[in-house]
């Protein structure tokens, strides 16, 4: 199993940035790929943005195209979301998540392990 913790998430201004992290334990060797994926209340969970081990091969959600950057730690077994030019619809739980095979999904289904998340709230 993969153990993963959030952190970062908190309360800030429209067109503030925030630097989410996702510390990963356990069986870490099947996290190829790290991905994330946000629920806003009363909404389905959506995928966020995700990342191979590589980190060569990163994907984005269009609604944060440009916006958010994904970036891996190998050495340390992290993953970060830097989150920028912040909009109140952005503001929801970010759960981080693992996947063993290769390849990127880009629906928060195709993940196995989670972490508990770590809430973002946008004020306009």
């Known amino acids: 199993q993969v153990q993963l913790v959030e952190s970062g998430g908190g309360l800030v201004q429209a067109g503030d940035s925030l630097r989410l992290s996702c510390a990963a334990s356990?069986?870490?060797?099947?996290?190829?790929?790290m991905g994330w994926s946000c629920q806003a209340p009363g909404k389905e969970r959506e995928f966020v943005a995700a990342?191979?081990?590589?980190?060569?091969?990163?994907y984005y959600a269009n609604s944060v195209k440009g916006r958010f950057t994904n970036a891996r730690d190998n050495a340390k077994n992290t993953v970060y979301l830097q989150m920028n030019s912040l909009k109140p619809g952005d503001t929801a739980v970010y759960y981080c998540a693992t996947r063993s095979d290769g390849t990127i999904a880009s629906s928060p289904y195709g993940y196995e392990y989670w972490g508990r998340g770590t809430q973002v709230t946008v004020s306009s």
């Open positions: 356990g069986r870490t060797s099947t996290a190829h790929v």
């Open positions: 990342i191979r081990r590589s980190g060569s091969n990163t």
